[in-house]
Structures are given as C-alpha cells and as structure tokens.
C-alpha cells in the first residue's frame, strides 16, 4: 500500500461523510473542489437527524467501523467557508460543533485497478470534521454509509 501520494498537498485534502456528499443537501458547497473518488475512515457514524455526527476516538467510537465517504481536493481559500458551515471554530473548541482534525483515510483509488502488482488503495493523511458536542441517546449509523441511511429512511 502506498502510503503517501507525492503530488498531493495534505493540508487541502478533505474526507466528507454526511450532507457534503455528491448528490446530498450540502454538496454546493464543494462548488470548486475535486472529487478524488471514494474513500475510507475507521470511525462511527450517529444520526442527529438531517446529518450525521462522526466520532474516531472515545468510548462511543468502540467498536469502530468503517466511515464510507469521499476524499475531496480543496482550494485553501474554501476551509474559512466550510469551516463555517460546520461551526467550527478554531480559536474556541468548546464552541465548535464540529473540530476539524487529521486522520489517516483508505482513498479508493479509481485511477489503479488490483492487480497481483499493485493494490487499488492509498492511505492519506487529510483532514476530517469530527463532532464535537454529547451524542449520548443519538442512534449509530450501523452501515457507516450515510447516502444508504438516508435513503433507507426515505424509502
């Protein structure tokens, strides 16, 4: 497994998981980012209704699963935005819904096929919006997925 992709700059490489998904509510805001494909974070997803809460450490994280998600290719200029959207704030984590912070993510990459030479993943280090605030009585997303859990909910 590769483990670090030389042309691409770490500190503008997000992994979404929720309603920044293609194809869910939040998605314009992606609006000049590149989709890299899909991707991969070890951690628990849990329902607070139009959106998902991710967690990766700490006791309501144990068993970790697999997160299912897209790694984007962010302008810097497009963090200050987001990072509104997610009400993080960087000067007052107390304040902050979501904390933007690094993890290691499984990009899938589209652009290799498995073959017995190579394997069809890289891992990264990106950076992740976790959330913040108590999830105590909040239901897991069991699937990790959170476009199946929405339209399962929808059907």
Known sequence: MILREP???ENNLLFVYGTL???LSNHHYMAGATCLGPATLPGVLFDLGSYPGLRVTGELAQPLDLVLGELYKIEPSQWAHLDGLEQFDPHSESNSMYLRQWAQVTWLRPDLKPNLKTEAATTLRVQVYVYNWPLEGRPRIEN???RRHVLSQSA
Do not use: A
Request: glycine residues 22%; charged residues 35%.
């Open 7 to 9: 042309d691409l700059d």
């Open 21 to 23: 998904l293609s194809g």
């Open 144 to 146: 990790g997925d959170f």
